[in-house]
């Protein structure tokens, strides 16, 4: 589907979402067959689009260590509008910044499980889709944050 920001790729089986990704805006969008759940994602994430409070009800399959379920869990917490440090999260969870930030990397579903909301200490930015340089990813993270007027846009 398409995004402001990009085109967003949704992978489903019939019962789970199981992956959403940023593909360039070169990339053409094509619909998924209705009554499907990646035609359900996609109308909640256009909900999102049109209202950043919106709260996603998907039926997500996620599959990773426990750790990065602990951490894509803590970040369903995290509010629209709002944000943490990689900090903040570890510390809720007895873990530590950087393993914090390799689960955000890792997240199968962002958007949903709302890695972005997650930003250095001291406001900065931090990093974004495995990136920390400025470009496709960090202006997709500073879209979304802006997208819902937190603080690190």
Partial sequence: MRAPFCTIGVSATDTHVTGIRYLSPDVPALA????????LACVQLQAYLEDPAFVFELPL???GTR?????????????AGKTRTY??????????????????GA?????????HRVVAAGGALGGFMGTRA????????????????????
């Avoid at 990065?68 to 995290?78: G, N, P, R, T």
């Avoid at 969870?93 to 914090?100: C, E, G, K, L, Y």
């Fill in 107 to 115: 997240n199968p579903v962002p958007i949903v499980v709302p890695c």
């Fill in 134 to 153: 400025e470009g496709f990813e960090l202006a997709i993270k500073r879209w979304l944050l802006a997208h819902e007027g937190a603080r690190g846009s």
């Fill in 32 to 39: 998924p067959r209705k009554n499907t759940v990646a035609f």
């Fill in 87 to 104: 900090g903040e999260l570890a510390r809720t969870i007895r873990s530590s910044a950087r393993a914090v930030g390799g689960a955000c």
């Fill in 61 to 63: 399959r996620l599959a």
């Fill in 67 to 79: 750790h990065q379920l602990s951490v894509w869990e803590a970040m369903q917490a995290i509010p």
